[in-house]
């Protein structure tokens, strides 16, 4: 098997099994923040690596991993990649509490990772779409680590009922966090984004919350959103 990242010069890869399979996107010069970016339920790090390099900053690195195969009993226990099971999609479906704080772990680590490498926690903006938009919410309010920014596409916040104490050891209280939702959305209700939306601001400060909605938009992402969020990592991550 053929490892596309074992070229790597800095730190080993190996030890982070998330990022040894990773789609990255490195800057066209000196790389001084980092853009993590989680996949949706069934998809894989290419597709987002794709939208990310259509709006890349010369000097961000964009990293997109690949969620394992897991069987999903949302859809009938058919293994694909998914960050962990899905039972339902409404705010009262049971939740995968175990594999939810698992996943959580493994990005923690690429977060790690990245900072042993020479990029501080506060240049790193941790994202995602539908799912991995869920996990990136989940994992930055439970983190000790200060991120740059959050970005949650089309998504919700996991065990959204531990909140707001199950964050009270995160680094993240005053992060700034773009969420962006689909108003025809079939699959995540923008209903749900918005209580996703309210239920955030009783966690970190509530001017730090962006909600923006996209008429027409279902669930996916369109290019005024990609161009929000090109703007919001700018702003975040602006040149050193």
């Known amino acids: 098997m053929i490892n596309h990242s074992s070229h790597c010069m800095c730190g080993n890869n190996m030890s982070v099994p998330l990022l040894s399979e990773a789609v990255t996107v490195p800057g066209t010069e000196k790389e001084t923040a980092v853009v993590i970016f989680l996949h949706g339920l069934g998809d ?8 990310m390099t259509s709006i890349r900053l010369p000097y961000i690195k964009y990293i997109c991993p690949h969620a394992p195969r897991i069987p999903v009993t949302l859809n009938m226990k058919m293994n694909m990649p998914s960050w962990f099971d899905l039972i339902g999609l409404s705010p009262e479906s049971p939740e995968d509490e175990a594999g939810i704080k698992k996943a959580a772990e493994n ?3 690429i977060i790690d990772h990245e900072v042993k490498n020479g990029i501080p926690s506060s240049r790193i903006i941790l994202g995602g779409f539908s799912q991995g938009g869920a996990l990136s919410l989940y994992t930055a309010l439970t983190s000790q680590q200060q991120l740059a920014a959050v970005v949650g596409l089309s998504c919700w916040l996991p065990l959204h009922k531990t909140f707001p104490q199950a964050a ?3 680094g993240n209280k005053g992060t700034p966090i773009l969420q962006c939702h689909g108003e ?11 209580m996703t939306a309210e239920k955030l601001k009783t966690i970190v400060s509530p001017q730090n919350v962006t909600f923006r909605t996209y008429p027409g938009l279902m669930h996916s992402s ?13 702003k975040q991550l602006p040149r050193v």
Do not use: L, R, Y
Not at 44 to 51: K, M, Q, S, V
Not at 184 to 194: C, E, K, L, S
């Open 44 to 51: 894989t790090g290419h597709g987002w690596a794709d939208a």
């Open 107 to 109: 990005i923690k680590a």
């Open 168 to 170: 009270s050891g995160s």
């Open 184 to 194: 025809m959305d079939p699959m995540i209700p923008v209903q749900f984004g918005a």
């Open 222 to 234: 369109c290019p005024q959103e990609m161009s929000a969020v090109k703007e919001f990592i700018e």
